[in-house]
């Protein structure tokens, strides 16, 4: 009984002293976001992100993010004209993250965490003379959650692959009233990262 709980406390010294000997991530990610907001939006543009983590126990680390998720815009028809929507959305996320070890190389994760958003909304008519160009922001946080998995394809360097989602539920005030909307962004990425 002393030997088995001697080898596992060997185990998890060997493991914390591997979290602790190079605890640090940063990584680059390119990828395609999705963003859909009812009567409006619904297209995809290229986002980008940057991403650091510190794992403080084997296998959890806490994260902070920066996404920008691009522009989304469609061509709607009103009664009179033609316009375009569009949303230009970017966040900062705070998480967790939890690595599953398969081998030596492959981890795969989720994360969850706190999406603190800012989007910017326009609606340009063709017609300038029917309607004003509006322009309007908002800023809020919500939820957002994660699956991947990460390579290690030398000592201290990997590469990724992610999905996430997040939605953005926010409300536009124009003139004292407020415009509630849903922006629902789903994000497919790759990245590049290393460990220090």
């Known amino acids: 009984m002393k030997k088995v709980l001697l080898g596992v406390l060997a185990i998890s010294g060997a493991s914390m002293a591997m979290a602790a000997d190079k605890p640090f991530t940063a990584e680059v990610l390119v990828g395609k976001t999705s963003q859909k907001v009812k009567n409006s939006v619904d297209s995809d543009d290229t986002s980008l992100a940057l991403r650091v983590a510190y794992q403080f126990v084997p296998s959890w680390s806490a994260e902070l993010a920066y996404h920008d998720y691009g522009t989304a815009s469609s061509r709607l028809i009103d009664e009179d004209d033609k316009y375009t929507d ?18 030596d190389a492959l981890t795969v994760n989720a994360r969850l965490g706190i999406s603190l958003w800012d989007t910017e909304y326009t609606s340009e008519y063709d017609d300038k003379s029917l309607s004003d160009d509006t322009k309007l922001s908002d800023t809020s946080n919500d939820l957002y959650y994660s699956v991947g998995f990460e390579y290690l394809i030398k000592e201290d360097m990997f590469v990724s692959a992610n999905y996430s989602v997040s939605s953005m539920d926010g409300a536009f005030e124009v003139d004292g009233t407020k415009y509630k909307f849903e922006n629902d962004t789903s994000t497919v990425a790759i990245g590049f990262g290393y460990q220090f």
Do not use: D, L, P
């Open 86 to 103: 569009t949303f230009t959305s970017s966040a900062i996320n705070v998480g967790i993250k939890k690595s599953f070890e398969i081998n």
